[in-house]
């Protein structure tokens, strides 16, 4: 890897800018093809689909946080979802103001369960949803204050490894049955839903569901292009140390609690983008979010795909998730098992993931063709 | 590399009464000595003798029962943590060679490269010419400069130690401390190891940890000798080995 060349970082990165190429046609191609092609054509791409794929992208913009503090950092973070699930309330929060009058109870201020609940005024913590800019400042900011909280005392203390990842397990947890109550304000069981619309377009429209599945994939792309240049920068070099050599790094002067504290920030900041741009497709954002299992899924998704590759993440998530739409559609009762299985599979079979096999499969091919001696591996991006 | 400091300290290490018990088993036991500017030294002495010890309370990892570390004269070393002490100026090598085993020769003494270490200054970090130009030194120095662009993993075990010995050199630390270099050496690397370390003293205070009797003659320094946590001897290899004491603990049996 040299760094000569201006964006080196970038260039030198084929698989992912193949991922990004097909992100980029993906998001400009279906959009026409579902409001263009007329709906009888065998061209046209429904709102399902568009919805779907939407959702897909979000996941893939988590699975991206992930391996960017796992894959670079090993940081095995097993409450993740928890970042992506305050995102998501931070957005929620704002399409639960956006209701307005247009509710069951047709209160002008408080949501549906506030007024079901005999609240007579909105809590503090709902001021300013009412607001975009400031609900979007608190997707961001809401999971970056946790993060930096937990991340902060977790690991000044020097907590690593499996008891990092248990910790962060229980965060999640204790999320989720915080956020089970009522009188959190936050919906409880039901969580937020019946969202009307967003910025004055309505979600039911078409158009709104391209723009957000569009926004998706910018979002990932931008995300992606982020998460490349931190690991490709010093920076990297350095978290890619900790990973390796935690007290080595140390020994030669880096503070490693301050970088992984920027990480694993970082991290929680992309989830909850992530998580906030998937509430408006899916149409509901609920304490289950929080759970324990969804956090383990990402590592599922992260491992398939190809740990410590960034584009590795976003192989893994689509196409677990697919198989898991397409499963769970066919044989509902065989995906938890299916989903164990691809964990022990990967990690028996598949240490570094689908991008692994297809890398190393490249590498005999290209040893094979030149067998000439002097050949350097390529260095781990 | 550096230049020389505004005042030279009477001690680059002052190590005064230092005890240092783990579940009442003393590691170290009322342990003094000390490292001039520029000194070469070899600390030897049985396993068990509290020399891994020593050397994590002087890295900050450890923090002594009682007793005074002073580096410089007037800085003490029981106040800082690891990161702190390594930027003052004290590079640590391990018994185990540790390097970056994902990241390139060159990129691994990158990493070690005195300068700022903080976030955001890594983040936008460009190497100027003058830095790749001393990365490239030191890499010769160390003799690896065919293995620039090879993984830290790809290197044989004595190449590791040599990558490790360059990155404390690339710190510009004022005192090394060098834990077993020669250890799974061949006799050719571990001569060249010892040509190596007295090369870089006199610029740089260097203690060197060592089981290694050959290594240790071959670095021609004086000899602090450590027993069950204590210094048992100080002198010339030849007076250490003609002590009485040296000889009934470490030698004799």
Known sequence: MTSQARLAWLQSDVGGKRVLAIILAVIIVLPLLNLLVPPDSVFHVSSYTIGLLGKYLCYALLALAVDLIWG????????????????????????????????????????????????????????GFDNFYFA?????????????????LAFR?????????????????ALMLAFFRNDMGFGGNNGLTDFKDILGFSLQADTTKVGLFVASGVALILGYLLCRYVVSSKLGRVL??????????????????????????????????????????????????????????????????????LYGAIIGAVLVNYGK??????????????????FVVSTLFLPQGVVGIVQQWKDKRAEQKAHAQGKTGEAVP | MKMIPKHI??????????????????????????????????????NGAGKTTMM????????????????????DLTKHDEAEIANMGIGRK?????????????????????????????????????????????????????????????????????????????????????????????DHETELTAKLLRDISGEHSVVVVEHDMEFIKALDCPVTVLHEGYVLAEGTLEQVQADDKVIEVYLGR
Request: with cysteine; charged share 15%; net charge negative.
């Open chain 1, 72 to 127: 670079y950092c090993g940081i095995l973070s097993l409450g993740h979802g928890a970042f992506f699930a305050l995102g998501g309330y931070a957005m929620g929060m704002y399409l639960m103001r956006q209701i307005g009058e247009r509710g069951v109870y047709g209160h002008p201020v408080l949501p549906d369960f506030m007024v079901f609940l005999n609240w007579d005024a909105l809590p503090w913590y709902w001021y």
């Open chain 1, 136 to 152: 979007m400042l608190m997707v961001l900011v809401a999971p970056g204050l946790l993060a930096f909280v937990f991340g902060w």
């Open chain 1, 157 to 173: 203390s020097r907590v690593t490894g499996v008891y990092l990842s248990i910790i962060t397990q229980a965060m999640t947890y």
């Open chain 1, 240 to 309: 890619i140390s900790i990973r390796d050599a935690e007290s080595r790094s140390r020994f030669i002067g880096y503070r490693v609690e301050h970088f992984k504290l920027f990480v694993f920030v970082l991290s929680a900041v992309l989830a909850g983008v992530a998580g906030a741009l998937y509430v408006p497709q899916v149409g509901i954002i609920n304490p289950g979010e929080f759970s324990p299992i969804n956090s383990i899924e990402i590592i599922v998704w992260v491992a398939l795909g190809g740990r410590g590759f």
């Open chain 2, 94 to 186: 391990f018994q185990k060679p540790t390097v970056i085993e994902s990241l390139t020769v060159f990129q691994n003494l990158e990493l070690a490269l005195s300068g700022n270490r903080g976030v955001f200054k890594s983040l936008f970090h460009k190497l100027s010419g003058e830095q790749r130009t001393q990365i490239d030194e030191v890499i010769e120095l160390v003799g690896l400069t065919e293995k620039r662009q090879e993984l830290g993993g790809a290197l044989s075990h004595g190449q590791k130690q040599w990558l490790e010995i360059g990155m404390l050199l690339n710190q510009d630390p004022d005192l090394l401390l060098v834990d077993e270099p020669a250890a799974g050496m061949t």
């Open chain 2, 56 to 75: 994590d309370v002087i890295t900050g990892k450890l923090k002594p029962d009682v007793g005074d570390v002073f580096f410089r004269d007037s800085v």
């Open chain 1, 325 to 342: 739409t397409f499963f769970t559609g066919a044989f509902p009762e065989v995906w938890l098992f299916m989903l164990g299985g691809l």
């Open chain 2, 9 to 46: 300290p009477q001690h680059i290490l002052y190590v005064d009464g230092v005890t240092k018990s783990f579940d009442g088993f003393k590691a170290l036991n009322d342990l003094s000595f000390t490292v001039k500017p520029g000194e070469l030294r070899a600390i030897i002495g049985p």
